[in-house]
T-cell receptor, first 113, second 114 residues
């Protein structure tokens, strides 16, 4: 069964450094998402992406965050200057059009020191 | 602001019995609801969904019921198996299905005892 893959599984970064989290969505999917889960808290929506542009973003997704689909397969989340509070599990998801479910990757654990 | 609430943090059930997981929501604009299962160190795995035009959807051992007037949905697992032990998340969307962002509950940890 096709799946969403995320790399790396764990990223440790110094505060203030830039970090790029990578995702390969399911190949025929059209909608792409990033979510995060801070330890002990809910899974929270960050951003959705369709037709090469952001379709929706949350309050969390400020100017420090950006997303890109640099080629036909990868979908990346960049955090320009990381803060301690950015430490979380980051999940990528993708979906087909219409009333189809979002499928999630296994996440990247981001630890900011 | 908890738009999606799962009030039971944990549930323990005997193998072979029914597991019932509950979820309440406050936003009447939600029109698509999903249940996900999550094992440690893995991402959420889609289980079953329901749109607001239905009140029941069934897939094998899993059935989701939606009561719009009560803003309540539930997931029934029959019969429960030890492999069903995981955290179950309820999620809702109000933007026309999967295109919209999902609002998640805090999850219910299900333990199925052999």
């Amino acid at each position: 069964e096709p799946e969403v893959t995320q790399t790396p599984s764990h990223q440790v970064t110094q505060m203030g450094q830039e970090v790029i989290l990578r995702c390969v969505p399911i190949s025929n999917h059209l909608y792409f998402y990033w979510y995060r889960q801070i330890l002990g808290q809910k899974v929270e929506f960050l951003v959705s992406f369709y037709n090469n542009e952001i379709s929706e973003k949350s309050e969390i997704f400020d100017d420090q965050f950006s997303v890109e689909r640099p080629d036909g397969s990868n979908f990346t989340l960049k955090i320009r200057s990381t803060k301690l509070e950015d430490s979380a599990m980051y999940f990528c998801a993708s979906s087909d059009s219409g009333y189809q479910p979002q499928h999630f990757g296994d996440g990247t654990r981001l630890s900011i020191l | 602001d908890q738009q999606v609430k799962q009030n039971s943090p944990s549930l323990s059930v005997q193998e072979g019995r029914i597991s019932i997981l509950n979820c309440d929501y406050t936003n009447s604009m939600f029109d698509y609801f999903l249940w996900y299962k999550k094992y440690p160190a893995e991402g959420p795995t889609f289980l079953i969904s329901i749109s607001s035009i239905k009140d029941k959807n069934e897939d094998g051992r899993f059935t989701v019921f939606l009561n719009k007037s009560a803003k309540h949905l539930s997931l029934h697992i029959v019969p429960s198996q030890p492999g069903d032990s995981a955290v179950y998340f309820c999620a809702a969307s109000g933007s026309g299905g999967s295109q919209g962002n999902l609002i998640f509950g805090k999850g219910t940890k299900l333990s199925v005892k052999p």
